[in-house]
């Protein structure tokens, strides 16, 4: 077993003074388990006793080209000499967002925001006034963020309370929701054009938006139907109906255009946090002109005091900069396709069934006998088979999270050589678990 004294004695203070020890839910994994991290550089971490791994988490996919990149924290370094929140617009900020219009097609206008959270929220805010209609469809086993109207039936809520495909639930995430809020989210299956169909027919004129995961970033990845999202795209425009992209897990990851590269969809707005700025907090939202357009004092609020700031826009400028050089994002997509194929493999010879998915540069695997295509699919998966791998795989200094629907997360600074020692380490764990 790995040590954890310093980590324990450090968690029994945090105990005391943060709520469950944490500042997010998901990172809570009860008294004696919640891990206490204290540096990364690259593609590997430390804990508060000098463990070691090779990151997979990669802090739920910010990290996209190392932690602690050179170039991005000697960009943030000078940054902060300049002052860094001045509520005005600065040179740096119009240079961004310069750069984020001429790397994502179909991005015409954008704002900044802080978080996932935010960009999200406002994305809904925006669709909602330029259409003047309230709902927006949402897909099951997506996530979307902390706010109040996306906390539904995402890959967190229990399946047997979603009802069935034909007639799916809105199940909110755990107390403290206003009950009203459900009468704005229409919930869908991922995956199911016919439904989708079915819902505009009946409701089509009432639909602001819908917002969904180009693929499932919250689901080890899973991948749309080559029909679904140039489906989703026509109905969309039948009904005049906004579409939003979540890539705060695709962006600045898939390709440097993002999913819309990926699948060959272009969203009329989109939502960006997470890569963008590689573990710095930077977040955006935008897309078609005559929708961001609407946003302004006395018609459509965006605000926030941190929007834009130095440090974010520094972070994000050396980002952009790193993707646009050279094609780091391909390079890495081959190496992640070489994780992919090995794990499949290793699968295969010691008799595990089941499922590769994702992206190369995203992905993950669910052990299962039945092709699982979205969140009510993993009611046949096995979970505490996947946890028994994964935490013998930690155990070897391999850090992935052990719950399947957490996809592996690679970086720029995940080289051949990491990946070999990944894959010789991941036969030993499956060796292990299946004894
Ligand atoms: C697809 C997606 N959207 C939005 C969010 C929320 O982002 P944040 O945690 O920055 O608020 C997340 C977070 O994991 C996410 O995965």
Redo the contacts with the bound molecule.
Sequence with gaps: MLRRDKAQHIFDRAMKVLAKGVS?NFRYWGPEATPVLARGKGARVWDADGNEFIDYRLG??PIILGHADDRVNEAVRMAIDNGTTFAATTELEVTVAEKLVAMIPGMEMLRFTN??????MHALRVARAFTGREKFIKFEG?????HDYALFSTASSPIAAMGSRTSPIPVQNGSGIPRGIREYVITVPFNNVEHVERVLKSQGSNIAAMLL?PCL??IAGLEPDPDLLPQLRKLCDEYGIVLIF?E??TGFRLSNAGARDTYGVIPDLS?Y??SLGNGF?V?AFGGKREIMDIIGPGSVTHAGTFGANGVAMAAANAVLDTLAEKPVLADLARRGQRLKSGLDEVLSEYGVSHQMSGHPNMQGFLITEKPITDVRGLAHHDAAMYAAILDNLYQLGVWAEDDAREPWFLSVAHTDEIIDETLNKFEDAVKLAVK
Excluded: M
């Design positions: 997010s739920w996919g978080t996932g959270t935010e960009s999200t997506a996530y979307h963020g902390a995961e970033g919250n979540d705060v897990k939502t946090a997470k907090p977040a």
